[in-house]
């Protein structure tokens, strides 16, 4: 019993952290959509097919505005992420113009993009992508999911958070948009998400939902290319250490019993 | 005449300078113990140790920490050698060794976590030494020493929460530095000469990087005192009661080291089932956007184990004296064993100190959740009164009660408590109430 009092007060220890942080992440009371990730769980996997039609959203919508500068093409090609071949990989570098340089003769020439090459941005630096959008800073989307409270969660209602009839208290400047889900309820970013806005090669229908669901599989991957790896390890790890604690207990048991039988 | 020119050798004491041998080893382990007597110090302290037979779970956090802040040197020492201290390039740097380095995020989630733990661990053994009185009688330096080790434990973990670099970083880094302008008089050029610069920028962040390892070393110095010292007083135990033969006690090993080993199993379990799959959980989101001088986070909060003394800071309104209340609200920890002058150790012997120290953990969470919220209406009221509490716990509770407080009947020994313990006379560990 003395046991159990011991475990429920170091977890309600860890509950309360929890409160805490929840508080702090919260700032608007609308709750988030959550679709079923195939990456959440203890068991949790990226879709590959997912991950691959979720680039070609971000290539084909989000990267006319959204750098990603942490990544390089080759990641696409490495283990636990969308795993195109490295072939396609080298396809898919080369259709972009790389400025490299200086040359021998201390020139800047441009090239066609290689696998080791980061993804190209939109916009040569963060003042010019500024002038392009009114003002607004579309930010990186490297680490995206892990900088906004609620994560994928979060990103996915955004962009299904685009509604017509705006609420009658707000009220939008030129180049605002209303969204349910942005906290203050104003975003600078034009609706992303229009079904058909892309076409799929795997003839998946590209609805505005299954965009989402894509592209935010993507960004989650982006943001955690590791996850599979850190979910399979986790896995093997806690049985590991579970198994070890109760023989360890069992040893601790069997040493005490010599002095507990005497008393 | 003097005494160099007497010839009468009485005068004289005998000395030996060379002091090789005594060993109980042959052997090359005789050899060496001959010269360096260590192994015959390691099986006296930790093999033959006599330590109270009553030791509960509780007395596991000291051995937790200890492989924490190993972990955390060892992991840390693997980070240095990937990250670079450069406003410039320290977040990219990171978001490298969790990208491209191997098992580096691994490594990464497991400092940053073991950090946090390594909180849980320290407060759950505070709370031992409250509860059992580990503080008194002749524990009191030992116990100080354990608070120096919080204060710098606290130094090193902002340090190193300032590395990634991101924007709970810097605006941590600039809320905590500007602390010092309460100085009187040299405030603003102390802060100068902390910053390296007119403002938190590389100088700094380069600074910071190297007094995180000069302070994770300290405590490894400061924590071999407090083992030390350990040593010399002995374990304190639930009881409260000195051990007096044999049967009140266990050799350190296998029966301490065992039970410990459980301990610390359980603690690493429920550490690696958080790291892995909740890693970032315990972190703030804003820490992976790239700091920025020229916006300000809409919340600027510190790390989690910071929030009870940030929301101390923060619940006095003259900045100044919200930092001595602050600093003092640990330090005054340290004045505990001569505040509490009862002579008995134990809570499970104190019937009214028991629910003031239960009162004591539960304003400890009251304020952890106020440091949270934003500083307004009823959170800044309730942050008061509970920053109240927490000093009339130190300067009024502890005396009083001391005072006023009748003991419960104890047994004579060690071994006599346990069998009341058996027989349901007692119980060790017990919330409010029956």
């Known amino acids: ?113 290689i696998p080791s090459d980061r993804f190209k941005s939109p916009y040569p630096n963060e003042l010019a992508s500024r002038a392009a959008n009114g003002g607004a800073y579309p930010p990186d989307m490297s680490v995206l999911v892990k900088a906004r409270p609620g994560e994928s969660d979060y990103i996915y209602s955004v962009l299904m958070g685009y509604e017509e009839k705006v609420p009658a208290n707000i009220k939008l400047e030129e180049g605002v948009y209303y969204n349910k889900y942005m906290p203050g309820n104003k975003i600078r970013m034009a609706k992303p998400l229009n079904s058909g806005g892309v076409e799929y090669a795997d003839g998946t229908k590209a609805t505005e939902e299954q965009m989402a669901k894509d592209v935010v599989s993507f960004l989650t991957w982006a943001a955690e290319p590791h996850l599979e790896a850190r979910k399979k390890l986790g896995f093997k790890s806690v049985l590991y250490l579970l198994i070890l604690t109760i023989l360890v207990y069992l040893v601790k048991k069997k040493i005490w019993s010599r002095i507990e039988s005497k008393v | 005449m003097s005494e160099y020119t007497s010839k009468s050798e009485e005068k004289f004491q005998p000395v030996q300078t060379n002091k090789v041998g005594g ?40 051995g937790i920490l200890t492989i924490c802040l190993l972990l955390l040197i060892l992991t840390g020492i693997s980070l240095g050698m990937h990250y670079k201290p450069d406003a410039k390039y320290a977040f990219e740097s990171v978001e490298k060794i969790m990208r491209d380095v191997n098992f580096g995020w691994l490594i990464r989630y497991a400092h940053m976590n073991l950090a946090s733990f390594f909180f849980i661990a320290v407060y759950l053994h505070i709370f031992r030494g409250l509860y059992y009185g580990s503080y008194k009688e002749p524990r009191q330096l030992m116990w100080i020493i354990g608070i120096v080790i919080f204060f710098l434990m606290m130094a090193t973990a902002f340090l190193g929460y300032t590395l990634p670099w991101g924007q709970m970083s810097y605006w941590g880094a600039t809320v905590i530095t500007n602390l010092f302008s309460a100085i009187p008089l040299f405030g603003e050029s102390i802060v100068t000469w902390l910053w390296g610069d007119y403002s938190v920028g590389d100088a700094a962040l380069n600074r910071f990087y190297v007094l995180h390892w000069l302070i994770a070393f300290l405590i490894v110095g400061v924590v071999v005192f407090h083992v030390i010292a350990l040593h010399i007083v002995g374990s304190n135990n639930p009881s409260g009661i000195e051990p007096k033969d044999t049967r009140d006690t266990v050799t350190f090993a296998p029966y301490t080291t065992s039970k410990d080993l459980v301990g610390m199993l359980v603690f690493l379990l429920i550490f690696v089932a958080v790291m892995m799959y909740a890693p970032n959980y315990l972190g703030h989101p804003d820490n992976y956007i790239p700091a920025n001088p020229m916006v300000t986070p809409a919340h600027i909060v510190p790390e989690w184990y910071f929030l009870p003394f940030y929301a101390i800071l923060r619940s006095i309104p003259d ?53 949270g919220a934003p500083a307004e209406g009823i959170y800044l009221l309730i942050g008061r009164i509970a920053t109240a509490f927490w000093f009339a716990f130190f300067f009024i509770l502890a005396p009083l009660v001391s005072l006023v407080e009748k003991p419960l009947p104890m047994p004579q020994s060690i071994h006599e408590f346990e069998d009341w313990k058996k027989q349901g006379k007692i119980k060790v560990f017990q919330f409010f109430g029956k």
């Open chain 2, 319 to 371: 900045k100044l004296m919200g930092v001595v209340a602050m600093v003092s609200s640990i330090a005054v920890l340290g004045l505990l064993p001569w505040l509490d002058f009862s002579k008995v150790r134990s809570s499970v012997f104190r019937p009214i100190w028991k629910q003031c120290v239960f009162l004591f953990v539960l304003n400890f969470f009251v304020l952890m959740y106020i440091g």
């Open chain 2, 23 to 62: 060993s109980p080893y042959t052997g090359v382990l005789g050899w060496i113990d001959n010269r360096l007597p260590i192994i015959r110090m390691f099986r006296h302290e930790y093999l033959d140790f006599q330590v109270p037979k009553s030791l509960s779970y509780f007395w596991s956090f000291g």
């Open chain 1, 1 to 113: 019993m003395k046991n159990y009092l011991k475990f429920i007060f170091v977890f309600s220890f860890i509950f309360i952290l929890g409160i805490t942080n929840s508080i702090q992440a919260k700032e608007s009371n609308v709750s988030l959509l959550k679709p079923n990730w195939t990456f959440n769980g203890f068991f949790g996997k990226f879709d590959r097919a997912q991950l691959q039609r979720g680039y070609q959203v971000y290539k084909e919508v989000c990267a006319s505005c959204h750098s990603m500068n942490l990544l390089s093409y080759r990641n696409l090609s490495e283990p636990g992420g969308p795993e195109f071949s490295e072939a396609e990989v080298k396809a898919l570098a080369a259709q972009y113009e790389i400025q490299d340089g200086p040359n021998a003769d201390g020139e800047m020439f441009t090239r066609k993009g």
